[in-house]
């Protein structure tokens, strides 16, 4: 079972950047699928980018494609997202998700089944 605590959230004025962090335990962490979601208040959580274990293949949703960039490294059980040219409408707070499957619906909240506590983002406009 992988354990997931994300850092790096905070206040950001509207096209700065942030990195995320998604810290990983767990033995089976490098064959698994991660994911980023977010919530925003009064909306249901979103998927906002996920990776495959090797790093090889990613997805991002439409919102943020070309703006965020999800990595891992395997070596220190991490996953990052980078967001850049932050906008309003990205304030939410942002989870960590594993997949247990290996070729899951990366935009499918219910392929995920541990997640992370949370970091929330701010972007002021």
């Known amino acids: 079972q992988v354990q997931l605590v994300e850092s790096g959230g905070g206040l950001v004025q509207a096209g700065g950047s942030l990195r995320l962090s998604c810290a990983a335990s767990?033995?089976?962490?490098?064959?698994?699928?991660m994911g980023w979601f977010r919530q925003a208040p009064g909306k249901e959580r979103e998927f906002v980018a996920g990776i495959t274990g090797s790093g090889a293949s990613t997805r991002y949703a439409d919102s943020v494609k070309g703006r965020f960039t999800i990595s891992r490294d395997n070596a220190k059980n991490m996953v990052y997202l980078q967001m850049n040219t932050l906008k309003p409408e990205d304030t939410a707070v942002y989870y960590c998700?594993?997949?247990?499957?290996?070729?899951?619906?990366?935009?499918?909240?219910?392929?995920?089944?541990?997640w992370g506590q949370g970091t929330q983002v701010t972007v002021s406009s």
């Open positions: 767990g033995r089976t962490f490098s064959n698994s699928v």
């Open positions: 998700a594993a997949s247990p499957y290996g070729t899951p619906i990366f935009a499918a909240r219910t392929s995920y089944n541990v």
